[in-house]
């Protein structure tokens, strides 16, 4: 195997495990539920604010590394191709 597929393999392997743990991360942490008798005050919106934003840049992250692992394991694949031909 020459080492462009290597380095390729390696690169598509690894972006997708960061992928899968970005996205792990971002599940992981849940919303205080709130009864409909409470009162929001300032700090629970700013709770509630904080963690939808840190949940969407989480999942934004993730979704690049996964774009990473499907282009570097396409380009592997198709390099594979000519190769071969």
């Known amino acids: 195997?020459?080492?462009?597929g290597l380095l390729l393999?390696?690169?598509g392997i690894a972006t997708a495990?960061?992928?899968?743990?970005?996205w792990?991360?971002?599940?992981r942490r849940r919303l205080r539920r709130i009864s409909r008798f409470e009162e929001l005050d300032a700090?629970?919106?700013?709770?509630?604010?904080?963690a939808i934003n840190r949940s969407n840049l989480l999942n934004g992250r993730a979704a690049?590394?996964?774009?990473?692992?499907?282009?570097?394991?396409?380009v592997r694949f198709g390099a594979d191709l000519l190769a071969r031909f």
């Open 1 to 4: 195997m020459p080492p462009l």
């Open 9 to 11: 393999d390696v690169a």
């Open 17 to 22: 495990l960061l992928a899968a743990w970005l």
């Open 24 to 27: 792990y991360m971002a599940g």
């Open 43 to 50: 700090a629970d919106i700013n709770r509630i604010v904080t």
């Open 64 to 74: 690049l590394a996964a774009a990473a692992s499907a282009l570097s394991l396409a």
